[in-house]
């Protein structure tokens, strides 16, 4: 799947701001191809983000 520039701007506040390898996002992103869905529901699915990191994503989405 190719990064849109909204998902490009969540890739990097992942990385950055969270510290999510990225290998974690290249396999969520493999999985946004067969289970369409937003980046950061696929990656708290599988594990590879906290709760307290999912809380931290919406709030830097709602702002």
């Known amino acids: 799947m190719e990064p849109t520039r909204s998902n ?3 890739i990097n506040f992942l990385q950055k701001e969270l510290a999510v390898s990225a290998s974690s996002i290249a396999m969520a992103l493999r999985h946004c191809e067969q289970d ?4 950061h529901m696929i ?6 983000l906290s709760l307290e990191q999912l809380e931290q994503i919406f709030d830097w989405l709602e702002g």
Do not use: F, K, R, S
């Open 8 to 10: 490009t701007q969540l």
């Open 36 to 39: 369409p869905g937003p980046l």
């Open 43 to 48: 990656l708290w699915q599988y594990g590879l």
